[in-house]
């Protein structure tokens, strides 16, 4: 018989509960607390969320009972948008835009995305494996269960397989859940520079097979903008990546008003992520296909920018909108979702509650793990934090800080404090 757990005492238990499908529209509001909730779970999986007193009294005597002390149960969080895989860090570019310099000057004199590719093939599986756990131990503690994970930084056949493969032994031997996503697409490699095409039909004719083949991604993703893949490059791999079976995401719009997400519609795209420079027809194209804006505002933050996505007009338009980190050693060097929901609400006006969803079900339902992941419901994966907090808004309005005392992801505990 699976073990049995029961959390008990909450101040709110933030049930997520609703409708089966992407919260959009006055429903990203909708929390569905339970004020003086309790939650019993058996095995990996969520058995009841209901009542205190209607869950106390199925507590069995080998029941093992966490008393949560007034504080807020939650579900983890989702992060629909990370590239966790890589060798070295870049503080040197951190120091130099400090000083002045921008994203897309270091990139074109060989830094950026480069300079981590650089490391990361000289990298072994090993190293990727020994560096992306104390990246799995930032997530979880800091209250994340489930991360999608990109490639992106080898641009070869093997490097790109070599960091796939490295996602799938993360998500063996570490209690983080990892959906990976193959980003072989993520920047043209300087060798190929004069030779565009050879290395979109390298990514077409060699990598995206292997990929597949071996099941290494459920989805692709190109980095679709203006020095990097133009929409018809674009195009013709997320196209591919569609026989191949794989989902779509595109980087859309991040630097440059550069069609990504009138592209992202075309294609039925599951997912447009940045949006930074997206306009009124970028939006309009999304809603038509019911793609999801997946909002990074911790990339805006550290690239020091002030350009943040549009989040209140695509939640106005209908959207059902996500936020994630984008945690990467460049643009966005930060796992906390607390602090991506302190920026969703004091930079794109979000409130608390919408951001609570954009980080939970719906980024979940973007990954298409809705059904599985991202609410507390009978059924669900017992995916959860207790966080330090009695009032769900503390978590964005304490910023600074991290705030959860547990951490469950499959019914076991992952971190305490
Ligand atoms: O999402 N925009 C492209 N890729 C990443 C940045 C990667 C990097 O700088 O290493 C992003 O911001
Ligand atoms: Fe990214």
């Given at each position: 018989m699976a073990e049995t757990l029961a959390v008990i005492n909450c101040s709110q238990v933030v049930t997520l509960a609703g409708a089966h499908r992407p919260r959009a529209g006055g429903d990203l509001r909708q929390l569905a607390i339970l004020e003086d909730g309790a939650m019993l779970v058996r095995g990996e999986y969520i058995e009841d969320v209901g009542r205190r007193r209607e869950i106390e009294s199925r507590i069995t005597p080998h029941c093992e009972v966490i008393d949560a002390q007034r504080r807020v149960l939650m579900p983890g969080f989702v992060d629909a948008h990370t590239h966790p895989v890589f060798a070295g860090i870049r503080a040197n570019e951190f120091e130099q835009r400090a000083s002045g310099a921008t994203y897309r000057e270091i990139a074109a004199r060989g830094g950026g995305i480069r300079s981590t590719v650089r490391a990361t093939r000289n990298a072994s599986l090993s190293d990727l494996i020994k560096a992306g756990k104390r990246y799995a131990d930032w997530f979880l503690r800091t209250g994340t269960t489930t991360i999608e994970a990109k490639s992106g930084y080898g641009l070869t056949l093997d490097d790109e397989l070599k960091i796939l493969r490295a996602i799938k032994e993360l998500n063996d031997q570490t209690a983080l859940r990892y959906v990976p996503t193959f980003l072989g697409a993520h920047d043209i490699p300087s060798e190929y520079q004069s030779r565009r095409q050879t290395y979109v039909n390298l990514v077409i004719?060699?990598?995206?097979?292997?990929?597949?083949?071996?099941?290494?991604?459920?989805?692709?993703?190109?980095?679709?903008?203006?020095?990097?893949?133009?929409?018809?490059?674009?195009?013709?791999?997320?196209?591919?990546?569609?026989?191949?079976?794989?989902?779509?995401?595109?980087?859309?719009?991040?630097?440059?008003?550069?069609?990504?997400?009138?592209?992202?519609?075309?294609?039925?795209?599951?997912?447009?992520?940045?949006?930074?420079?997206?306009?009124?027809?970028?939006?309009a194209a999304l809603k038509a296909a019911s793609v999801q804006p997946v909002l990074l505002p911790g990339s805006v933050y550290a690239l020091g920018s002030k350009q943040y996505p549009a989040a209140r007009q695509m939640i106005d338009a209908g959207l059902a909108v996500v936020i994630a980190t984008d945690f990467n050693p460049g643009s966005s060097p930060t796992p906390s979702m607390t602090m991506v929901l302190s920026l969703a609400c004091t930079q794109m006006k979000m409130t608390p509650a919408e951001a609570i969803s954009a980080s939970t079900i719906n980024a979940a339902y973007s990954l298409g793990r809705g059904d599985e992941l991202g609410s507390l419901e009978k059924g669900k994966r017992a995916d959860f934090v207790i966080h330090d907090v009695s009032d769900y808004r503390e978590l964005p309005y304490f910023f600074g800080i991290e705030h959860p005392w547990r951490v469950y992801a499959s019914g076991k505990l992952t971190f305490a404090c």
């Open positions: 004719n060699e990598m995206l097979p292997r990929v597949a083949e071996e099941k290494l991604a459920e989805y692709c993703d190109v980095f679709c903008e203006e020095d990097v893949f133009t929409t018809d490059e674009s195009w013709e791999i997320l196209s591919a990546a569609r026989c191949h079976g794989l989902g779509l995401r595109v980087h859309a719009d991040q630097l440059t008003l550069s069609g990504g997400a009138k592209l992202a519609g075309e294609l039925n795209c599951a997912t447009a992520d940045h949006l930074e420079h997206t306009d009124p027809t970028g939006i």
